[in-house]
């Protein structure tokens, strides 16, 4: 059998698009926006067009499940959402055509990393430079409460409709 991981990159590398999502830590906003771009994706009927993701800038949170408020979001929404916390790697940048990231400390720390690397093909924006109601940032909820969580989800919901509409 061959290595999934093998196939995934040529398929990623043939016709598929890819998307990365990005916070700090990848336990709170990017799964959160990686599990809603996947369930929408796919019931668009486009799930297997995309390979989708999500890291982080730290190692803060290296191998950590997401957040357990996140989590009970997501299912309270019925967005399925499987993740295990990872750094941004080199290998990303040359992969992803898009490194999606929550805030300006996120943009900053990707577009230092992206400078290092050689064949950096990846479009770097901010998620919420897609939000229709122009809230550019997507605030980190780990302080805060479930009502966070859940603005971070509604934040999610239209700047992953309006990305997916506009690279379709």
């Given at each position: 059998?061959?290595?999934?991981?093998?196939?995934?990159?040529?398929?990623?590398?043939?016709?598929?698009?890819?998307?990365?999502?990005?916070?700090?830590?990848?336990?709170?906003?990017?799964?959160?926006?990686?599990?809603?771009?996947?369930?929408?994706?796919?019931?668009?009927?486009?799930?297997?067009?995309?390979?989708?993701?999500?890291?982080?800038t730290s190692t803060y949170e290296i191998g950590?499940?997401?957040?357990?408020?996140g989590q009970a979001c997501m299912q309270k929404?019925?967005?399925?959402?499987?993740?295990i916390a990872r750094q941004v790697t080199k290998?990303?940048?040359?992969?992803?055509?898009?490194?999606?990231?929550?805030?300006?400390?996120?943009?900053?720390?990707?577009?230092?990393?992206?400078?290092?690397?050689?064949?950096?093909?990846?479009?770097?924006?901010?998620?919420?430079?897609?939000?229709?109601?122009?809230?550019?940032?997507?605030?980190?909820?780990?302080?805060?409460?479930?009502?966070?969580?859940?603005?971070?989800?509604?934040?999610?919901?239209?700047?992953?409709?309006?990305?997916?509409?506009?690279?379709?």
């Amino acid at each position: 059998m061959k290595d999934p991981g093998t196939h995934e990159a040529n398929m990623a590398s043939n016709s598929r698009k890819s998307v990365l999502f990005v916070c700090l830590g990848n336990i709170c906003r990017s799964p959160i926006a990686e599990a809603v771009f996947r369930k929408m994706a796919t019931e668009n009927g486009v799930g297997d067009d995309w390979r989708i993701d999500s890291a982080a800038t730290s190692t803060y949170e290296i191998g950590s499940p997401p957040d357990d408020r996140g989590q009970a979001c997501m299912q309270k929404h019925g967005v399925p959402m499987r993740h295990i916390a990872r750094q941004v790697t080199k290998g990303d940048f040359e992969t992803f055509d898009y490194i999606l990231c929550m805030d300006e400390s996120n943009l900053s720390d990707l577009k230092r990393k992206a400078n290092a690397v050689k064949n950096c093909k990846a479009k770097i924006e901010l998620l919420g430079s897609y939000d229709p109601q122009k809230q550019l940032i997507i605030n980190d909820p780990y302080y805060g409460s479930d009502k966070d969580f859940e603005t971070v989800y509604d934040q999610c919901l239209r700047c992953c409709k309006a990305f997916l509409e506009n690279s379709s």
